[in-house]
């Protein structure tokens, strides 16, 4: 099992950044896919973006632009820097792989 822990979360400006950063326990990093996934208030869970092990990126037709997917495989750290975020990126985000998720980070996007 990997025990995944996310951070980073906070209260932005619309237009601002955010990096999140999901730290990842075991030995298996470097070799799992990794992916960041988000809830809004009464919405359900949805896919936000995914990194291979070899490095390869997609991203949501939502945030496509914005949001930039990358890790650091001496780390065992997958980040997501936010760019030009927008109040409807507001949503608890978190990590996922293996079927493992971490516990969520909050992101609220307001003025």
């Known amino acids: 099992q990997v025990q995944l822990v996310e951070s980073g979360g906070g209260l932005v400006q619309p237009g601002g950044s955010l990096t999140l950063s999901c730290a990842a326990s075991g030995s298996i990093f470097s070799r799992s896919t990794m992916a960041w996934y988000r809830q809004a208030p009464g919405k359900q869970r949805e896919w936000v973006a995914i990194i291979t092990s070899g490095g390869s990126a997609n991203y949501a037709d939502s945030v496509k632009g914005r949001f930039t997917i990358s890790r650091g495989n001496a780390q065992n750290t997958v980040y997501l820097q936010m760019n030009s975020l927008k109040p409807e990126d507001t949503a608890i985000y978190y990590c996922?792989?293996?079927?493992?998720w971490g516990q969520g980070t909050q992101v609220t996007v307001s003025s």
């Open positions: 996922y792989t293996r079927d493992n």
